[in-house]
């Protein structure tokens, strides 16, 4: 899961996931381990500059086999955010239409270039007419066209008028899609890009990337990812530019580092066009539907991309790959494409309601989960944090700078074990893994105990146990289902808290 930066994320899988997470070292729940397999968090890049065009007009011949186009590295992004991205598409080289079946329309005997209409023979009798340079390379100019752009709204027939003017037929518009109805994403896009904005960090030493932000409410409070902004937190710079082309400083609120959420606010927006966006309530979402993702891929503003909820409660474990405490979501998985540099950004519901905050990636490489040490572009596999979970973050943040955790007071086992995680034998420098007093001495666990599920939520490793526990809040009382001995029993256990990163 690509933040902006040096993100990488660990998914931890369900038993039957496919990749399995990198073994990490025993941590207590509440603390970030010390190291974590990275996730690759969503950073911004700047795109490849355009090929030159051709010096001489283009033959009438079959479009180009292939082409590929490279995002190059944001040279000012932090180290391991803004590696280059790449992707290639590939044009059938028999001539045919990109996209689909070989056949009528596509370039066969009788009929014309990419669909266009075949050219009628002359009537009986009728002299013959050799056709004109201008003819032939407007027939070239479709056939480019095409190649290129994926089709061409209109045909040229090989025909004149008494003045030797080529005639064109203009597409029938479709009144229904150009309705922009509600609901429809072009409608959502527009009343949600005036309030998202693309956020620029720069630390100290001069290290910083780019990653979205929108806004959360009227006092000019913007929701964030912390990787986006954390470079920028102490003394740092930080900017906000929204989609009209403004640009406002801003000063971070609070960041909660274990969570990856952070508040910023701008500076003299006295004249921002301040519009919160809608809430939507992500434990009501349901795998199918509909998802809009909204921010700044490799530096590009104001991209739009859509796709469906794919999975939830996927627990994913991320690391801005510095050397720092891992963050830990149960996040909404989807195939709406998200690249690095979409960090921050809203991911939206039919509705137009904000469902989570687009924080990583899975990324493709030549290693194998979540774990890469290549970032590269979207594969379908983007996580958010719900926005049930920022939300009650962000009010934490505003109202006093620091984030709150839920904790049970137990160091666990952070190696994928499928099995659940295990309670450590002892916690850091020695002391005891189930700390006196806490709630999970209070409700009986002990050292070697195996947790399996909280509530109705199978577990399968620690990062997972702490993603979850991480849903709820201090002093929610939740039921933990673990094996000792060979034996299950059920406990209840109300959790406690720790304020601050630590």
């Known amino acids: 899961?690509?933040?902006?930066?040096?993100?990488?994320?660990?998914?931890?899988?369900?038993?039957?996931?496919?990749?399995?997470?990198?073994?990490?070292?025993?941590?207590?729940?509440?603390?970030?381990?010390?190291?974590?397999?990275?996730?690759?968090?969503?950073?911004?890049?700047?795109?490849?500059?355009?090929?030159?065009?051709?010096?001489?007009?283009?033959?009438?011949?079959?479009?180009?086999?292939?082409?590929?186009?490279?995002?190059?590295?944001?040279?000012?992004?932090?180290?391991?955010?803004?590696?280059?991205?790449?992707?290639?598409g590939q044009w059938p080289a028999d001539g045919g239409q990109p996209g689909g079946p070989v056949g009528p329309g596509a370039g066969g005997p009788g009929g014309g270039p990419w669909g266009t209409a075949p050219v009628p023979p002359p009537p009986p009798g009728t002299p013959e007419r050799k056709p004109r340079g201008l003819v032939a390379a407007v027939l070239a100019a479709v056939l480019v066209a095409g190649g290129i752009g994926g089709g061409v709204g209109f045909w040229a027939a090989d025909r004149e008028n008494d003045s030797g003017d080529t005639t064109t037929v203009s597409a029938v518009g479709n009144p229904k899609a150009e309705s922009r109805a509600p609901g429809s994403v072009s409608n959502i896009a527009g009343k949600t890009l005036p309030s998202v904005v693309t956020i620029e960090a720069q630390g100290n030493n001069g290290e910083g990337g780019t990653g979205t932000g929108f806004v959360y409410d009227k006092?000019?409070?913007?929701?964030?990812?912390?990787?986006?902004?954390?470079?920028?937190?102490?003394?740092?710079?930080?900017?906000?530019?929204?989609?009209?082309?403004?640009?406002?400083?801003?000063?971070?609120?609070?960041?909660?580092?274990?969570?990856?959420?952070?508040?910023?606010?701008?500076?003299?927006?006295?004249?921002?066009?301040?519009?919160?966006?809608?809430?939507?309530?992500?434990?009501?979402?349901?795998?199918?539907?509909?998802?809009?993702?909204?921010?700044?891929?490799?530096?590009?503003?104001?991209?739009?991309?859509?796709?469906?909820?794919?999975?939830?409660?996927?627990?994913?474990?991320?690391?801005?790959?510095?050397?720092?405490?891992?963050?830990?979501?149960?996040?909404?998985q989807t195939d709406a494409s998200i690249n690095p540099g979409n960090s921050g950004g809203p991911l939206l519901n039919a509705d137009g309601g904000v469902i989570g905050i687009n924080s990583a990636i899975q990324s493709a490489g030549s290693g194998?989960?979540?774990?890469?040490?290549?970032?590269?572009?979207?594969?379908?596999?983007?996580?958010?944090?719900?926005?049930?979970?920022?939300k009650n973050v962000a009010q934490q943040l505003i109202k006093t700078g620091q984030p709150v955790y839920p904790v049970i007071e137990a160091t666990v086992s952070m190696k994928d074990s499928s099995a659940g995680a295990t309670i450590a034998a002892n916690g850091a420098g020695g002391s005891p893994a189930v700390v006196p007093g806490g709630p999970a001495a209070k409700a009986g666990?002990?050292?070697g105990d195996v947790i399996t599920k909280l509530d109705d939520t199978a577990i399968d490793s620690g990062p997972t146990l702490i993603s979850e526990i991480w849903t709820h809040k201090p002093g929610d009382k939740v039921t933990l289902t673990y094996k000792r001995d060979g034996k299950t029993s059920t406990v209840d256990v109300t959790l406690g808290q720790r304020k601050g990163d630590s």
């Open 445 to 447: 666990l002990k050292s």
């Open 368 to 390: 194998s989960g979540l774990g890469e040490s290549q970032q590269s572009g979207s594969i379908g596999l983007g996580f958010a944090i719900p926005i049930n979970t920022a």
């Open 219 to 332: 006092q000019g409070h913007i929701l964030t990812n912390n990787h986006v902004v954390a470079s920028a937190a102490d003394n740092g710079k930080l900017t906000a530019t929204f989609s009209n082309g403004k640009r406002y400083t801003a000063e971070v609120v609070g960041k909660a580092q274990g969570y990856d959420v952070a508040v910023i606010k701008l500076k003299n927006a006295s004249g921002a066009k301040l519009d919160p966006l809608p809430l939507g309530n992500s434990d009501k979402t349901v795998v199918g539907d509909a998802t809009v993702a909204i921010g700044a891929p490799f530096g590009l503003s104001g991209t739009v991309t859509t796709g469906i909820v794919s999975a939830k409660n996927r627990p994913v474990a991320s690391s801005d790959g510095g050397g720092g405490n891992a963050s830990y979501m149960s996040a909404l």
């Open 1 to 88: 899961m690509p933040p902006a930066p040096d993100f990488e994320p660990t998914a931890g899988e369900k038993p039957d996931a496919p990749n399995a997470r990198p073994e990490a070292p025993e941590v207590p729940i509440g603390s970030a381990p010390d190291q974590t397999a990275p996730v690759q968090m969503a950073k911004a890049d700047d795109p490849a500059p355009s090929p030159a065009p051709p010096a001489q007009p283009p033959a009438p011949a079959q479009p180009p086999a292939a082409f590929a186009s490279t995002g190059a590295g944001d040279p000012g992004g932090t180290p391991g955010y803004g590696a280059p991205g790449s992707g290639t």
